[in-house]
């Protein structure tokens, strides 16, 4: 499976970035609004609900061939979500 990979990074509400991917499908590269609301859906799941994500906060890097963990994740959830820098 072909995925668009989408950079992003969100400020934390006690100062700092989240700074992550959002994997999905490479045919919804031009729905913006459906992986910002997958960002939404993330971000709240870490304690940071009401975080802005938008087009200032997350980008279309490139298109790259999941691996078969998140073939299967995008399956389930329509996304996976790759952590770089304060996640935790």
């Known amino acids: 499976m072909q995925v668009a990979v989408f ?3 969100v400020p934390k509400k006690e100062g700092g970035l989240m700074h992550f ?3 999905v499908d490479d ?3 031009y729905n913006k609004e ?3 609301s997958f960002g939404a859906e993330y971000i709240a799941s870490k304690g940071q609900a009401g975080q802005r994500i938008s ?3 997350c980008q279309f ?3 790259e061939v999941a691996p078969q963990h998140v073939v299967e994740s995008i399956s389930k959830h329509g996304y996976y979500i790759v952590e770089m ?3 935790a």
Do not use: A, N, W
């Open 7 to 9: 950079d992003t990074y």
């Open 21 to 23: 991917d959002i994997l």
């Open 27 to 29: 045919k919804q590269k």
């Open 34 to 36: 459906r992986v910002f």
């Open 55 to 57: 087009s200032d906060e």
């Open 61 to 63: 890097c490139h298109i």
């Open 85 to 87: 820098q304060g996640c």
